[in-house]
């Protein structure tokens, strides 16, 4: 499975931005998107996370209410719209994919077997 992250960009704060994962290749073999970020000289965090199948999401206690994560699955994409976004939320973020997993294990990156390449997203205050 390969992955297109796309959307990141330059926002004030309180802005919005909505980020864009296309999946190609063996796209039949992912049943989980998550969306993470790293921040400089940060740890890599989670952010969201969507089942392919269900529709079932998961975020971030720091994201939940301002972050939205949807899929299409015709088109074989994951979308995060991101809103009231806080300087704090600058960071690269990436979108990765697993084929199959229990819920508790979502929140791990280590879980995802491919990922996309990453966008900037850059909120000024």
């Known amino acids: 499975v390969q992955l297109q992250a796309s959307g990141g960009g330059l926002v004030q704060a309180g802005g919005s931005l909505r980020l864009s994962c296309a999946a190609s290749?063996?796209?039949?073999?992912?049943?989980?998107m998550g969306w993470f970020r790293q921040a400089p000289a940060k740890e890599r965090q989670f952010v969201a996370a969507?089942?392919?199948?269900?529709?079932?999401?998961y975020y971030a206690d720091s994201v939940k209410g301002r972050f939205t994560v949807s899929r299409d699955n015709a088109r074989n994409t994951v979308s995060l719209q991101m809103n009231s976004l806080k300087p704090e939320d600058t960071a690269v973020y990436y979108c990765?994919?697993?084929?199959?997993?229990?819920?508790?294990?979502?929140?791990?990156?280590?879980?995802?077997?491919?990922w996309g390449q990453g966008t900037q997203v850059t909120v000024s205050s």
């Open positions: 990765a994919a697993a084929a199959s997993m229990i819920s508790s294990s979502v929140y791990w990156g280590d879980n995802y077997h491919y």
């Open positions: 290749g063996r796209t039949f073999s992912w049943n989980t």
């Open positions: 969507i089942r392919r199948s269900s529709g079932t999401t």
